[in-house]
């Protein structure tokens, strides 16, 4: 596991020994969380993070903001956030990058035309832009897609992506506005419980006296659920994404500006980058681990989905790149909630690639969940219970726009 990095000396406001609420995690699920805590008037939330706000998952320069999922509580979690997003430079007085590029979803079978048709259905109900289109007007959308091989495609005008680093340093420094606390270079050592709740966060810079904890740690949730005898199935798994040179395409032309597309038989994604392309795919046989060392081993994978879905991105050379973890659960979709068994003991954490879209929304819920209010979402199908050898009626999420 690669240590996040520290500061050289400490210079860091001292660690408070109390607080109301105790987030584990400084990525955009965390200041997010602690932000609309603050916000509502909960006293004294404290943010802990292991290396520097937005060092984790939340590190990569460009995440995708969609509303374009099957399972109705993503639709809402990803609407609901998406509504955010346009709000966020008002709101916060900050540019996020938002591109509102659309995002295009290939189809190459019948059977992934039928199940995109029923997902974009549920996304209209619920508000969505979402339209099924056909192979040419996928085309006329991006024309660096082979048409010929598609049997349709969907498409939602109003997706895109944004900047996650912006978001991140936007709710922390509305938190701290609000009297929040953020520690940065602190890792939590162990979570203390008194008679079925919880009563303390350990780091190893002291420790803080608290009635409530929310993990939010992304692929680190695991072990700080361990701590407190919660079960918390989520594992690391790197995902890589490279970009090419601005002058990477034939003849120094431009790349044309295309939605971020998506191909559902392959995984291959892309979308433009300044003035080059950002290429990436889900990498099936990646193990589990902490490692996010860039390497080229997936270009080989690429460049084979490519060339069927789109010839002209085979073998472009990379300026760049980087590798990022995803904090996959055993179905890929999120785990929010509070522990049944441990009281004061909250989690968001699992999404899979999601959480960055989904985080403004979580953070409402997160924040009525800790007040006993009910949330603008029933997030019992999310609860970690589906995980249970015993589910008691718990399913499991299916969602068909994974990537």
């Known amino acids: 596991m690669t240590e996040p990095s520290r500061p050289a000396r400490d210079d860091r406001d001292p660690l408070p020994r109390h607080a109301e609420v105790v987030v584990v995690g400084g990525g955009v699920m965390g200041t997010s969380i602690a932000f609309h805590l603050a916000e509502a008037g909960v006293r004294d939330v404290v943010v802990l993070e292991q290396g520097t706000l937005g060092c984790g998952s939340s590190a990569k320069p460009f995440g995708g903001v969609r509303a374009t999922f099957s399972d109705p509580g993503n639709v809402q979690l990803g609407q609901r956030s998406l509504e955010t997003f346009e709000r966020f430079a008002a709101d916060f007085s900050t540019d996020i990058g938002l591109r509102q590029v659309g995002y295009l979803f290939l189809c190459r079978s019948d059977a992934e035309v039928a199940s995109v048709e029923a997902s974009t259905a549920l996304q209209r109900s619920l508000g969505g832009s979402g339209r099924m289109i056909t192979p040419a ?225 979580v953070g409402e819920v997160v924040r009525d969940l800790y007040r006993g209010v009910e949330p603008f979402l029933d997030v019992t199908p999310f609860d970690v219970a589906r995980f249970d050898p015993d589910p008691a009626g718990h399913a499991l999420l299916a969602e068909v726009h994974i990537i």
């Open 137 to 361: 007007q996928a085309v006329e959308l991006n024309p660096l897609v082979d048409g010929s091989v598609l049997t349709g495609a969907s498409f939602s005008a109003r997706d895109g992506y944004a900047e996650p680093a912006r978001v991140v340093a936007a709710y922390a420094t509305a938190l701290t506005a609000l009297g929040g606390h953020v520690a940065e270079g602190t890792t939590v050592t162990g979570i203390e419980t008194t008679g079925g709740a919880v009563s303390a966060v350990e780091t190893d810079r002291g420790t803080i006296r608290t009635g409530a904890v929310v993990v939010a740690a992304g692929a680190w949730s695991a072990r700080l659920g361990a701590m407190a005898g919660v079960d918390l199935p989520v594992v690391p798994v790197r995902r890589q994404i490279g970009f090419t040179p601005q002058d990477a395409n034939p003849g120094g032309r431009p790349f044309p500006t295309v939605p971020f597309t998506l191909d559902l038989s392959t995984t291959l994604y892309f979308h433009n980058y300044p003035a080059g392309m950002l290429l990436g795919i889900s990498n099936a046989d990646e193990p589990e681990g902490f490692d996010r060392v860039f390497d080229d081993a997936w270009v080989p994978a690429f460049d084979a989905a490519a060339r069927v879905v789109a010839p002209s991105l085979v073998g472009r050379p990379l300026a760049g790149g980087w590798a990022g973890l995803y904090e996959n659960t055993p179905d890929h979709n999120a785990i929010i909630g509070a522990s049944r068994r441990l009281d004061g003991f909250f989690y968001a954490t699992g999404f899979s690639g999601h959480g960055f879209l989904q985080a403004p929304a």
